[in-house]
Protein backbone atom coordinates (compact mmCIF):
# COMPACT_ATOMS: atom_id res chain seq x y z
CA UNK A 1 0.00 0.00 0.00
CA UNK A 2 1.90 3.74 -1.15
CA UNK A 3 1.85 6.43 1.25
CA UNK A 4 0.74 9.30 0.20
CA UNK A 5 3.18 12.44 -0.58
CA UNK A 6 3.03 15.67 -0.75
CA UNK A 7 1.77 17.34 -3.82
CA UNK A 8 4.61 20.23 -2.99
CA UNK A 9 7.85 20.54 -1.34
CA UNK A 10 8.91 23.37 0.56
CA UNK A 11 12.23 24.68 -1.31
CA UNK A 12 15.93 24.33 -0.43
CA UNK A 13 16.91 26.25 2.60
CA UNK A 14 19.84 28.31 -0.21
CA UNK A 15 16.58 29.44 -1.90
CA UNK A 16 15.34 30.97 1.15
CA UNK A 17 19.14 32.91 2.24
CA UNK A 18 19.51 33.78 -1.08
CA UNK A 19 15.80 35.84 -0.85
CA UNK A 20 16.76 36.92 2.38
CA UNK A 21 20.14 38.39 0.73
CA UNK A 22 18.54 39.76 -2.35
CA UNK A 23 15.76 41.73 0.28
CA UNK A 24 18.50 42.98 2.75
CA UNK A 25 20.10 44.54 -0.10
CA UNK A 26 17.35 46.14 -1.69
CA UNK A 27 17.03 47.14 2.11
CA UNK A 28 20.43 48.58 2.24
CA UNK A 29 19.74 50.53 -1.35
CA UNK A 30 16.74 52.31 0.49
CA UNK A 31 18.56 53.60 3.42
CA UNK A 32 21.45 54.72 1.36
CA UNK A 33 19.00 56.69 -0.77
CA UNK A 34 17.20 57.96 2.59
CA UNK A 35 20.67 59.30 3.88
CA UNK A 36 22.22 60.94 0.64
CA UNK A 37 18.26 62.67 -0.10
CA UNK A 38 18.69 64.31 3.57
CA UNK A 39 22.42 65.17 2.69
CA UNK A 40 21.45 67.04 -0.41
CA UNK A 41 18.71 68.75 1.26
CA UNK A 42 20.80 69.92 3.62
CA UNK A 43 23.08 71.38 0.89
CA UNK A 44 20.45 73.80 0.03
CA UNK A 45 20.46 75.11 3.72
CA UNK A 46 23.76 74.77 4.11
CA UNK A 47 24.38 77.32 0.89
CA UNK A 48 21.89 79.70 1.67
CA UNK A 49 24.04 79.85 4.91
CA UNK A 50 27.26 80.75 2.90
CA UNK A 51 25.13 83.48 1.01
CA UNK A 52 23.90 85.10 3.86
CA UNK A 53 27.42 85.59 5.44
CA UNK A 54 28.41 87.32 2.19
CA UNK A 55 25.78 89.43 1.06
CA UNK A 56 22.77 89.35 3.97
CA UNK A 57 20.98 92.09 2.12
CA UNK A 58 20.64 89.77 -0.62
CA UNK A 59 19.73 86.24 0.46
CA UNK A 60 19.17 84.06 -2.58
CA UNK A 61 16.95 80.76 -2.71
CA UNK A 62 18.52 77.42 -3.06
CA UNK A 63 15.13 75.38 -2.68
CA UNK A 64 16.02 73.03 -6.09
CA UNK A 65 18.09 71.05 -3.63
CA UNK A 66 15.75 70.42 -1.28
CA UNK A 67 13.20 69.15 -3.80
CA UNK A 68 16.18 66.77 -4.78
CA UNK A 69 17.21 65.33 -1.07
CA UNK A 70 12.34 65.03 -0.82
CA UNK A 71 12.58 63.00 -3.95
CA UNK A 72 15.75 60.71 -3.20
CA UNK A 73 14.04 60.21 0.46
CA UNK A 74 10.72 59.57 -0.86
CA UNK A 75 12.35 57.12 -3.55
CA UNK A 76 14.13 55.13 -0.86
CA UNK A 77 10.90 54.77 1.43
CA UNK A 78 8.90 53.66 -1.57
CA UNK A 79 11.56 51.23 -2.48
CA UNK A 80 12.07 49.49 1.24
CA UNK A 81 8.23 49.29 1.31
CA UNK A 82 8.08 47.42 -2.27
CA UNK A 83 11.12 45.46 -1.28
CA UNK A 84 9.10 44.40 1.71
CA UNK A 85 6.17 42.96 -0.19
CA UNK A 86 8.35 41.64 -3.56
CA UNK A 87 9.94 39.44 -0.17
CA UNK A 88 7.04 38.46 1.54
CA UNK A 89 5.33 37.30 -2.11
CA UNK A 90 8.37 35.14 -2.76
CA UNK A 91 9.20 33.49 0.23
CA UNK A 92 5.21 32.81 0.02
CA UNK A 93 6.26 30.96 -3.27
CA UNK A 94 8.89 28.93 -1.90
CA UNK A 95 6.70 27.96 0.78
CA UNK A 96 4.54 26.63 -1.55
CA UNK A 97 7.02 25.20 -3.53
CA UNK A 98 6.26 26.85 -6.52
CA UNK A 99 8.93 26.74 -9.14
CA UNK A 100 11.33 29.11 -9.35
CA UNK A 101 10.52 31.73 -12.10
CA UNK A 102 11.98 34.93 -13.81
CA UNK A 103 11.10 38.35 -11.67
CA UNK A 104 10.67 41.45 -13.22
CA UNK A 105 13.64 43.80 -13.85
CA UNK A 106 11.11 46.79 -13.37
CA UNK A 107 12.22 47.90 -9.84
CA UNK A 108 15.91 47.73 -10.40
CA UNK A 109 15.79 49.28 -13.80
CA UNK A 110 13.55 51.78 -12.90
CA UNK A 111 15.50 52.67 -9.62
CA UNK A 112 18.65 52.33 -11.83
CA UNK A 113 17.44 55.36 -14.54
CA UNK A 114 15.49 57.33 -11.60
CA UNK A 115 19.05 57.81 -10.16
CA UNK A 116 21.12 58.24 -13.18
CA UNK A 117 18.72 61.12 -14.01
CA UNK A 118 18.62 62.60 -10.30
CA UNK A 119 22.76 62.57 -10.66
CA UNK A 120 22.81 64.54 -13.72
CA UNK A 121 19.98 66.90 -12.72
CA UNK A 122 22.24 67.44 -9.85
CA UNK A 123 25.43 68.35 -11.76
CA UNK A 124 24.01 70.79 -14.17
CA UNK A 125 22.80 72.55 -10.58
CA UNK A 126 25.77 72.26 -8.95
CA UNK A 127 27.88 73.69 -11.94
CA UNK A 128 25.26 76.64 -12.34
CA UNK A 129 25.25 77.62 -8.49
CA UNK A 130 29.24 77.33 -8.64
CA UNK A 131 29.02 79.70 -11.91
CA UNK A 132 26.68 82.20 -9.58
CA UNK A 133 28.87 81.94 -6.64
CA UNK A 134 32.38 83.15 -8.47
CA UNK A 135 30.65 85.76 -10.04
CA UNK A 136 29.00 86.93 -6.59
CA UNK A 137 32.41 86.80 -5.07
CA UNK A 138 33.73 89.12 -8.20
CA UNK A 139 31.22 91.62 -7.73
CA UNK A 140 31.33 91.76 -3.98
CA UNK A 141 34.38 91.92 -1.51
CA UNK A 142 34.29 91.90 1.92
CA UNK A 143 35.82 94.44 4.23
CA UNK A 144 36.52 95.19 7.68
CA UNK A 145 35.68 98.01 9.29
CA UNK A 146 38.21 97.81 11.99
CA UNK A 147 41.82 95.82 11.51
CA UNK A 148 42.25 92.98 13.49
CA UNK A 149 45.53 93.59 14.66
CA UNK A 150 45.11 96.91 16.62
CA UNK A 151 43.59 97.82 20.21
CA UNK A 152 42.20 100.87 18.89
CA UNK A 153 41.33 101.50 15.37
CA UNK A 154 42.37 104.96 14.08
CA UNK A 155 39.55 107.85 13.86
CA UNK A 156 37.65 107.39 10.39
CA UNK A 157 36.97 111.14 8.66
CA UNK A 158 32.99 110.33 9.89
CA UNK A 159 34.75 110.31 13.65
CA UNK A 160 34.15 107.15 14.48
CA UNK A 161 36.38 105.75 16.97
CA UNK A 162 36.63 101.61 17.33
CA UNK A 163 38.35 99.91 20.74
CA UNK A 164 38.83 96.28 20.43
CA UNK A 165 37.30 94.39 23.41
CA UNK A 166 38.90 91.62 25.45
CA UNK A 167 35.02 89.72 25.98
CA UNK A 168 32.21 88.73 24.10
CA UNK A 169 29.63 91.37 22.87
CA UNK A 170 27.08 90.46 25.42
CA UNK A 171 29.71 90.46 28.08
CA UNK A 172 31.01 94.06 26.85
CA UNK A 173 27.03 94.98 26.99
CA UNK A 174 26.44 93.93 30.55
CA UNK A 175 30.10 95.79 31.45
CA UNK A 176 28.08 98.81 30.05
CA UNK A 177 24.88 98.60 31.96
CA UNK A 178 26.49 98.05 34.75
CA UNK A 179 28.73 101.15 35.11
CA UNK A 180 25.84 103.28 33.32
CA UNK A 181 23.51 102.61 36.28
CA UNK A 182 26.55 103.00 38.73
CA UNK A 183 26.81 106.40 37.40
CA UNK A 184 23.07 107.30 37.34
CA UNK A 185 23.04 107.50 33.85
CA UNK A 186 19.72 106.79 32.35
CA UNK A 187 20.40 103.94 29.44
CA UNK A 188 17.23 104.85 26.89
CA UNK A 189 17.26 102.19 24.47
CA UNK A 190 19.48 98.76 24.47
CA UNK A 191 18.65 97.78 20.10
CA UNK A 192 19.70 94.20 19.25
CA UNK A 193 20.06 94.73 15.67
CA UNK A 194 21.38 91.08 15.32
CA UNK A 195 18.32 89.74 17.57
CA UNK A 196 15.46 91.33 14.63
CA UNK A 197 17.62 90.30 11.91
CA UNK A 198 17.42 86.58 13.33
CA UNK A 199 13.45 87.08 13.68
CA UNK A 200 13.17 87.84 9.67
CA UNK A 201 15.67 84.66 8.80
CA UNK A 202 18.25 87.15 8.34
CA UNK A 203 22.29 86.22 9.59
CA UNK A 204 24.18 88.86 11.04
CA UNK A 205 26.84 89.03 13.71
CA UNK A 206 26.19 89.62 17.41
CA UNK A 207 25.49 94.05 17.12
CA UNK A 208 24.10 96.00 19.85
CA UNK A 209 23.64 99.42 20.01
CA UNK A 210 23.30 101.68 23.55
CA UNK A 211 21.45 105.04 23.89
CA UNK A 212 22.36 106.67 27.09
CA UNK A 213 22.21 110.27 28.41
CA UNK A 214 21.97 112.03 31.02
CA UNK A 215 19.85 115.19 31.58
CA UNK A 216 21.73 117.26 33.17
CA UNK A 217 24.62 116.95 31.08
CA UNK A 218 23.04 116.81 27.34
CA UNK A 219 20.34 120.47 27.98
CA UNK A 220 23.19 122.88 28.04
CA UNK A 221 24.99 121.21 25.24
CA UNK A 222 21.93 121.31 23.41
CA UNK A 223 21.34 125.15 24.84
CA UNK A 224 24.89 126.12 23.24
CA UNK A 225 24.56 124.13 20.10
CA UNK A 226 21.08 123.08 19.23
CA UNK A 227 22.54 120.90 16.21
CA UNK A 228 24.14 118.53 18.43
CA UNK A 229 20.59 117.19 19.07
CA UNK A 230 20.88 115.06 15.87
CA UNK A 231 23.68 113.38 17.86
CA UNK A 232 22.12 112.87 21.22
CA UNK A 233 22.08 110.83 23.18
CA UNK A 234 25.25 109.21 23.19
CA UNK A 235 25.82 106.33 21.45
CA UNK A 236 28.03 102.90 21.67
CA UNK A 237 27.80 100.36 19.47
CA UNK A 238 29.44 96.89 20.10
CA UNK A 239 29.77 94.65 16.91
CA UNK A 240 31.83 91.22 16.18
CA UNK A 241 33.46 91.03 12.52
CA UNK A 242 34.04 88.83 10.30
CA UNK A 243 36.92 87.60 12.14
CA UNK A 244 35.10 86.97 15.80
CA UNK A 245 36.83 89.76 17.26
CA UNK A 246 34.40 92.14 19.10
CA UNK A 247 34.77 96.10 19.32
CA UNK A 248 33.27 98.95 21.18
CA UNK A 249 32.80 102.22 18.70
CA UNK A 250 31.66 105.64 19.15
CA UNK A 251 31.31 108.86 17.50
CA UNK A 252 34.80 110.93 18.75
CA UNK A 253 33.95 113.64 21.35
CA UNK A 254 36.08 116.00 19.27
CA UNK A 255 34.52 115.36 16.12
CA UNK A 256 31.30 116.29 17.40
CA UNK A 257 32.78 119.35 19.33
CA UNK A 258 33.81 120.76 15.41
CA UNK A 259 30.52 119.27 13.88
CA UNK A 260 27.98 121.54 16.36
CA UNK A 261 31.06 123.95 17.80
CA UNK A 262 30.33 122.72 21.12
CA UNK A 263 32.08 125.40 23.62
CA UNK A 264 35.50 123.69 25.21
CA UNK A 265 34.29 123.98 28.45
CA UNK A 266 31.45 121.66 27.94
CA UNK A 267 33.20 118.89 26.36
CA UNK A 268 33.44 117.21 28.84
CA UNK A 269 29.86 116.35 29.13
CA UNK A 270 30.06 114.15 25.93
CA UNK A 271 33.47 113.26 26.33
CA UNK A 272 32.42 110.64 28.86
CA UNK A 273 31.99 107.84 26.35
CA UNK A 274 35.71 107.42 25.46
CA UNK A 275 35.55 106.47 29.32
CA UNK A 276 32.95 104.41 28.98
CA UNK A 277 34.22 102.73 25.83
CA UNK A 278 37.55 101.93 27.47
CA UNK A 279 36.15 100.49 30.59
CA UNK A 280 33.79 97.94 28.52
CA UNK A 281 36.49 97.10 26.04
CA UNK A 282 39.27 96.22 29.12
Given amino acids: MSVPTEAHQRADLRDY ?37 GNPLSPSSYGVSLWFGTALISVGVILNLSSAWRHVRLVRELD ?50 APATSKTAPETGNGIVSKSSNHPVEQ ?26 EKVGMKMRPT ?23 DLPLKILVWEDGQGKVWVSYNSPEYLKARHDVPQDLLQNIAVVENLAAYAAE
Fill in 17 to 53: LAAERTFLAWVRTGLALMGFGFVVARFGLFLQQIRLF
Fill in 96 to 145: RGEPACSRSLTQSVVTAIFLALVGLAMAIYLISVRGSTNLHSEDTKETTV
Fill in 172 to 197: TVEKLKTILQSKGVTLFALIDHSGEA
Fill in 208 to 230: KLLIFGSPKAGTPLMLASPSIAL
